[in-house]
């Protein structure tokens, strides 16, 4: 599914969307260069799944934790990680193993000590705004991107 986002208004509608079509456990690459609107896309579901609070880029912590009523949403920024064996070396797999939502920047840093994922989200540079290209990694992605077509604004609605 590829759909437009010519603004940031548009970047965060489409995590707002993604919020009401996630399911616990659910692990989701966010791929793109730097600025390409990753970190936006997760303030999007945050705020969708109601999070009123701040936003931190996880980018020198690796991870940043929220609790939103009974769902744990784990936001990792691998973009700092030198070598994937720092990935274990912080101990980083063990906030996979539970039921959280996983929202992943710079997955390709942890190497093949990651696992796939359930879906990719890949955002690159259109005009002044982005495009966002998803793909599901399996049938939980398949269920999630299904969701997510019924939840989609008609404002980025993809053409089917
Ligand atoms: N669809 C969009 N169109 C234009 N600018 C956007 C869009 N989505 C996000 N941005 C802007 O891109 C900049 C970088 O976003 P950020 O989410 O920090 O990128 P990343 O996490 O990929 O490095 C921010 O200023 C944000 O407002
Ligand atoms: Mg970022």
Redesign the pocket.
């Known amino acids: 599914m590829s759909l437009d986002?010519?603004?940031?208004a548009?970047?965060l509608a489409l995590g707002a969307a993604l919020a009401r079509a996630l399911h616990p456990g659910l692990t989701i690459r966010l791929e793109?260069e730097?600025?390409?609107?990753?970190?936006?896309l997760v303030r999007g579901v945050l705020r969708g799944l109601g999070w009123t609070g701040k936003v931190k880029?996880p980018t020198f912590t690796f991870v940043e934790l929220y609790v939103i009523s009974n769902l744990k949403l784990h936001h990792f920024d691998f973009y700092r990680l030198e070598q994937a064996e720092e990935y274990l070396d912080a101990g980083l797999d063990e906030y996979f193993q539970g039921d959280a939502v996983c929202l992943v920047?710079w997955p390709d840093r942890a190497g093949e000590y990651l696992a796939p994922g359930d879906l990719r989200v890949s955002?690159s540079p259109l005009g002044?705004?982005?495009r966002a290209v998803l793909a599901a990694l399996g049938d939980k992605g398949q269920a999630c991107l299904s969701a997510l077509r019924h939840c989609l604004p008609r404002s980025i609605a993809a053409p089917s």
Request: without cysteine; aromatic residues 0%.
């Open positions: 986002l010519p603004d940031e548009a970047t793109g730097l600025g390409s609107g990753k970190t936006t880029s920047e955002l002044e705004g982005r």
